[in-house]
């Protein structure tokens, strides 16, 4: 099974500002994906980050505010753009294998 | 459309007691359904998958097509059980859709 590992686990940023959170894992994988999971409310998928193209961005959620990264079969970054309170929550990295998700430990960010 | 639902928000049992946690889905293909349970201060991860039809942790979950459920059952809670579960639904394409979690909180 994979091993994900996320930096920062946590940060406070200022609004208006910029924070590119990484997403390592332990084998090559085709498809990370990058979720958002606000308190008490589910996970929404930001995108899907497909090595040697662009990312596929969820309804809601676009490029400039959320641009992504993915350089090799191992690797992926989300920078989360201009921020506001609002883009507070816990980001999340994950692959699939087997039809079977795999989490990395979560980025909480919080903007003041 | 494609929605995993997931009625209650917070679930309250004694230890001991039985727990079930409801899931509905809505999906025009064959379902491949999932849940994923996250406890304090760990990571998101698999529970079980309804083609396994495992026992995990003392955890069951019946695909039921006619009602379009998969409900997670289990005869006993213990207190180790509280925590965040989440039903899923494979929907290809590598996508899977989550529902809104429900948290589980056994009581001593």
């Known amino acids: 099974s994979a091993v994900i590992s996320q930096k920062p686990s946590r940060d406070i940023c200022q609004r208006g500002t910029s924070l590119t959170i990484q997403c390592q894992v332990d084998s090559q994988v085709t498809m990370m994906f990058w979720y958002r999971q606000q308190p008490g409310q589910s996970l929404t998928l930001i995108a899907t980050a497909n090595q040697g193209s662009e990312a596929t961005y969820e309804s809601g959620f676009v490029i400039d505010k959320f641009p992504i990264s993915r350089p090799n079969l191992t690797f992926s970054t989300l920078t989360v753009s201009n921020m506001s309170p609002e883009d507070s929550s816990i980001y999340l990295c994950?692959?699939?294998?087997?039809?079977?998700?795999?989490f990395g430990p979560g980025t909480r960010l919080t903007v003041t | 459309a494609q929605r995993v639902t997931q009625p209650e928000k917070l679930l309250s049992v004694f230890k001991g007691a039985p727990v079930e946690l409801k899931c509905n889905y809505s999906?025009?293909?064959?379902?491949?359904l999932f849940w994923y349970v996250q406890y304090s201060r760990q990571r998101l991860q698999l529970l079980l998958r309804h083609i396994s039809r495992e026992s995990i942790k003392g955890f069951t979950a019946d695909l039921n097509k006619g009602e379009t459920s998969f409900h997670l059952k289990k005869p006993f809670a213990q207190e180790e059980d509280s925590a965040m579960y989440y039903c899923a639904l494979y929907t290809g394409g590598f996508k899977t859709i989550f529902g809104a979690g429900t948290r589980l909180f056994v009581k001593a």
């Open positions: 999906y025009s293909g064959s379902p491949e």
């Open positions: 994950s692959v699939e294998e087997s039809r079977e998700q795999y």
